[in-house]
């Protein structure tokens, strides 16, 4: 960390919760430092949609231009089933989501995030794990491991990472934006339920020929939901949910450093699974199967904190929630509110009552994510309201790209109501 000057504040992950949260500290003027336990940004396009909000956040910050031209809209999201498309909802007539979702792949988004930290010099220290915690009243007290890589084994070579030394920082307020595994958490003891079934998908990137439109496609089928994003540079993502036993041996750890070499080194699907997956859930798609950029199953888990933190440390991004990837929320949500908590806790720095500012963020973020699971809010159908959209209600509310704010907008544009339940 800085020498003697301790920063304001430590943001611990450098995902894109945490770069976002650390960018609008440092925007405040807040000193700010991250703490990464990997070696590199994620190298991943794991969550690959931004929100209308994400996107206008990233183009206020000054990042989005230049990267425009990699980046692809989606105008339409179209509702199907086994023989083809069933509802379209025109995101550009939606009262705020106009812009529609910009399909932009996390590893990009990443590194457009970390370009203004760096130019700022907001240091991000790689290869730093944290590994304990304690506060004060005035102080949090952060343990850190710094690691470094070293060769092991005897007669096949492994690279492993080992602590090099410890080192404890203190600051002000400490942020977790540390994942779904978040140490953060876990040392304010805080618990992590699960508030609904964990869904998993065999997930497919690959170049095709297939004409999309600018529309993705969410199609429910008697197994589940399943989503077809396509990507810039004439790629798609195809995500099929799959039965829980068959995934169960994966973990849903985020290997942020996934390098497939030839076949080997990790589990990866056949292509005759794609083949049939394709034939039996979606038989009109179209479009040529070739190159594939990565195929895997994903579990996603749906788990909620009860509390977002407690006095001077405080969670955002996975390491409060998680949930399953169609609506895209856990990134889009997440970053919002990395923002959101870092221009609290600039408030309370500029001397503005901790206890209310804080507990407020706590409280909203209770609110919107008790809604967004379908906790506290759910579709109630009108008379007029399609009838496929009525057979697949309880599908479609966990698969729309909605936050708190927008959720009522986009009920109304699917013709049916937000209720409380
Ligand atoms: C394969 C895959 C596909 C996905 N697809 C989608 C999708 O389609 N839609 C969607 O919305 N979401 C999707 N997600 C989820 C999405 O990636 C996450 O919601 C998003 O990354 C959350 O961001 P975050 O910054 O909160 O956490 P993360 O991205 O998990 O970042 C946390 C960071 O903290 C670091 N860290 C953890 N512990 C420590 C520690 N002790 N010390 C220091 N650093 C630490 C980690 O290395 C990591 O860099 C997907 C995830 C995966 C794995």
Redesign the pocket.
Known sequence: MRGKTSPMVIV???????LATALSLHKRGVPVEI????DRP?T?S????LHPRSTAMLKEWGILGSLEADTLQIKNLVYCDLNGPRYNLDLTKIPGQESGLLVFG?DHLEAALIGPLEKANVPIHWN????GLNQSEDKVEVHLEKLIESMSGYAMARLEWQVDREITARCRYLIG???????VRRGLGIDFPKVAPAQSFA?FEFKTDYAHNNEARIVYTDEGTNVMWPLPGGYCRW?FEIDESAAEKYS?E???LFVQVGNQGYRTLESSMLNELLATRAPWFDGSIERFKWR?I?R?EKRLAPRFGRDRVWL????GH?TG????????I?MKEGRELGNCVADCLEGNNETAVLEAYNSKREMEWRAIMGLSKHFSVRDETDSFLEHNVDKLFGSIPASINSLPQIADALGMDLVSV
């Open positions: 611990v992950g450098a995902g894109p919760v945490g703490v990464e336990r990997d994620g991943h794991n969550a690959l949609a996390q730093s794990r944290l590994s934006a540390d994942g779904h595994f978040s140490m997930v995500g849903r985020k290997d942020r895997m994903v996603f955002a991004g996975d390491a998680v990837p169609v609506g895209m929320q856990s990134m889009n997440g």
